[in-house]
């Protein structure tokens, strides 16, 4: 255990040096900037040396993964964070221990959220995850709700008991005008957070970047950086 903390120090602080960098290259404060590590496919005793290293957001992407760490680690000052795309049937569970879900999608998922939302008696934010490889209608590979579509679902998720629409997320495009250009890719996603912005005032969070991309999207506005294998390591084999 000890030596899997050390890695996971060592790995910690690495990512922490290469946020830090890409702060000051793009001329912003480091705390403006929070990392998110994503746990997926890794046991409660990494998420435990993570918080004992002062990680307070970790995220996951399966609820049949997530919701027992989470159960595990309800001790710990953690923001749970869902990153995975949400199907209906699961709410009820994510509700439980998830504080920011990121992939809202969908008219039908704000729904049935916000119902599992108020039986449970939390509150939650929500960002809405945008495909920006989708054009008007068609559904990503990567799942998400195209451009034209973020502002009705804004509108539903403040009109919706129990949630807050509280930003936006996206993964850099595998297809589309914008592959093999994330950067590009999520400076356009911060032009729809903006327009998001001022419609919603406290929806003021742009969660993109992952471990190989961040500094892309630090250096396009991202307030949260969502980075897994940078930390944990080479990811084992889904189950």
């Not at 990392?35 to 970790?58: C, N, Q, W």
């Not at 710990?76 to 990153?83: G, I, M, Y």
Request: charged share 25%.
């Amino acid at each position: 255990m000890t030596d899997r903390r050390t890695q996971l120090a060592h790995n910690l602080a690495q990512v922490e040096e290469r946020i830090a960098a890409a702060c000051a290259a793009a001329g912003r404060k480091r705390a403006e900037v929070t990392l998110i590590v994503v746990t997926k496919t890794y046991p409660a005793s990494d998420v435990r040396h993570l918080a004992e290293l002062g990680v307070r957001h970790v995220a996951e992407n399966r609820d049949q993964d997530a919701a027992p760490k989470a159960a595990e680690c309800q001790d710990l000052p953690l923001t749970w964070h869902f990153v995975g795309q949400l199907q209906t049937n699961k709410v009820r569970s994510v509700v439980k221990y998830a504080d920011v879900v990121h992939s809202i999608d969908r008219a039908r998922l704000v729904t049935a959220l916000s119902a599992a939302a108020v039986r449970a008696g939390r509150e939650l934010d929500c960002l809405i995850q945008v495909a920006l490889d989708a054009e008007s209608g068609e559904v990503s590979g990567r799942g998400g709700v195209a451009p034209d579509g973020v502002m009705a679902l804004a509108d539903a998720l403040a009109e919706a008991e129990g949630l807050r629409p509280a930003g936006l997320m996206t993964v850099a495009p595998l297809a589309g005008p914008y592959a093999g250009r994330p950067r590009a890719a999520f400076e356009r996603l911060r032009e729809i957070a903006t327009d998001l912005h001022g419609a919603h005032p406290a929806a003021n969070m742009v969660s993109a970047g992952m471990s190989a991309d961040l500094e892309d999207a630090v250096a396009a506005g991202a307030t949260h950086v969502r980075v897994g294998t940078a930390v944990l390591g080479v990811r084992p084999g889904l189950r």
